[in-house]
């Protein structure tokens, strides 16, 4: 066998992000959709999501084929009936995706949107839970990648339990290098995906839900290849099976990220791993002159957005390239109220890469 050939450069980026050698080479075999091998396999990854998401018993995983958005949209046509209404907190692209899936799939919608700056307001958040009962669900992002900013999800849990709504968390970006526990959050459904801080490659999402709450979704879906109650069904009944082909490489490289997250101590020594990267990121970035957009006590250590530096000279393509040359991948901006640019620090990434990081930053300002 040929050896894995190199990455050529490392992906700061917030999935597909930089994976270890030993996770792409899982995925160097062919591996049956149905066979009792795969099933396992499949089982033992249910089992370690619910595990890593809940430490009380009365949840249940499902994965589902697609990137992360697939999950989401199947999360939502699932879990809200015709009769149901959702309520969207957004503060970024990814709280307004959760809008606009909604609207295409005809669920009943309203949002409040803080903007990209601000935090949901959870007093506006009670006040509409108060005064509108036909608010079923309430959905959040955790990390809002757009920006990097930490939602509160904890606090508006207490406020959807409080109400008896079920609550959905889009935690594509934070599961598995933020510690998080279901039960104390009140989550319901948390989403996330494969290739984002297990540190797997892209080609599924996957769901834990409560299972006394996805246990009353059959025949919701408007979608049948994103019904999540019937994957669930077929995954339940068939011990790991999937309704459709399934990204058997992708799974197998998953598992295997996920004995790499056991290996490194689990989720809160890679939060540790992730919160020094980002320590180290945004000082060095500081000191070259750099201002994030958020202030610190917003911003989570999964992404970092910087302002762009307001010389008439700088361009991000220029940047970006000359970055890229020296092996190192970065985000441009999505906020409308900043120009910015990003800076992911999630993946195989570790304190000798963000010094390199630096460096090629540092030997990048060409605009001064
Ligand atoms: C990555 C991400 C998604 C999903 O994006 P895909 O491109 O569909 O994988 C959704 N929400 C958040 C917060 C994300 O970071």
Redesign the pocket.
């Known amino acids: 066998m040929s050896p894995l050939p190199e990455n050529p450069y490392i992906l700061l980026t917030?999935?597909p992000l930089s994976t270890t050698p030993s996770v792409k080479a899982a995925m160097l075999r062919d591996w049956c959709t149905w066979d009792d091998d795969y099933n396992r396999i499949v089982e033992h990854i249910r089992n370690r999501l619910t595990g890593l998401a809940a430490t009380a018993p009365g949840y249940t995983s499902v994965l589902m084929q697609g990137?992360?958005?697939?999950s989401?949209e199947a999360c939502l046509t699932t879990a809200v009936p015709d009769s149901g209404k959702l309520l969207v907190l957004a503060n970024g692209a990814?709280g307004r995706?959760i809008a606009a899936i909604a609207q295409r799939q005809g669920i009943a919608c309203i949002v409040h949107d803080s903007g990209d700056l601000a935090r949901p307001d959870t007093a506006r958040l009670t006040a509409a839970l108060e005064t509108d009962p036909s608010i079923s669900h309430v959905a959040v992002?955790h990390?809002?990648?757009t920006t990097g900013m930490l939602n509160p999800v904890g606090p508006i849990g207490r406020i959807v339990r409080e109400f008896n709504r079920t609550y959905i968390v889009?935690a594509?970006?934070s599961f598995g290098g933020i510690p998080m526990d279901m039960d104390s959050l009140h989550i319901d459904y948390l989403v996330s995906?494969a290739?984002?801080c297990i540190q797997g490659v892209?080609g599924f999402?996957f769901v834990i839900a409560k299972q006394s709450v996805l246990e009353q979704t059959e025949g919701n879906s408007r979608s049948l290849s994103l019904d999540l109650f019937d994957q669930w069904q077929t995954m339940e009944k068939g011990r790991g099976k999937w309704r459709f082909t399934s990204p058997t490489h992708v799974v197998r490289a998953f598992a295997r990220a996920l004995e790499e997250l056991e290996a490194e101590g689990g989720v809160d020594k890679r939060f540790d791993r992730y919160s020094a990267n980002n320590r180290y990121l945004v000082t060095r970035m500081e000191e070259m002159g750099f201002i994030p957009l958020l202030p610190e006590r917003f911003r989570s250590p999964v992404i970092t957005a910087f302002l762009s530096p307001d010389h008439p000279a700088y361009e991000f393509r220029e940047f970006y390239t000359r970055l890229k040359e020296k092996k190192f991948v970065i985000y441009p901006g999505k906020v409308t109220e900043a120009d910015t640019f990003r800076i992911g620090n999630i993946g195989d990434i570790h304190a000798r890469d963000m010094e390199r990081l630096a460096e090629a930053v540092s030997s990048s300002i060409y605009w001064e």
């Open positions: 917030p999935g990137s992360g958005t697939f989401v990814y995706r992002v990390c809002e990648t889009d594509m970006s995906s290739n984002k892209p999402g």
